[in-house]
């Protein structure tokens, strides 16, 4: 499915079951911005600057979370992040191809 970019829009969710979305541009701590989340365009604070192509927590996620993106899971966090929170490498693991931790779920 394509997306059409929203002027204005400072960030896109890939999938409307993601609990991510991702900068389309460096985002600034404290910027209130505009993401689309399928035709509703959605806003947030942010708490932490986001790079460009970074994904941001739109959804509060408790520590061990399955984190979503492309309407599949990209990895669990390893703490719990806020609503508007930078989400990399520092606070989820990358889960795919662990059989330790590939589960169903």
Avoid: W
Wanted: with cysteine.
């Amino acid at each position: 499915m394509a997306h059409s970019i929203e002027p204005g829009a400072d960030a896109l969710v890939m999938d409307e079951a993601d609990h991510v979305a991702t900068a389309l541009k460096d985002l600034a701590a404290g910027e209130s911005i505009r993401y689309r989340i399928g035709a509703r365009v959605e806003e947030i604070l942010l708490l932490d600057a986001i790079p460009f192509g970074h994904k941001i927590s739109i959804v509060p996620m408790e520590q061990g979370f399955d984190v979503r993106k492309y309407g599949e899971v990209i990895g669990r966090t390893v703490c719990a992040i806020e609503p508007g929170r930078h989400v990399h490498v520092h606070n989820i693991e990358g889960i795919r191809g662990r059989g330790d931790q590939a589960v169903a779920r």
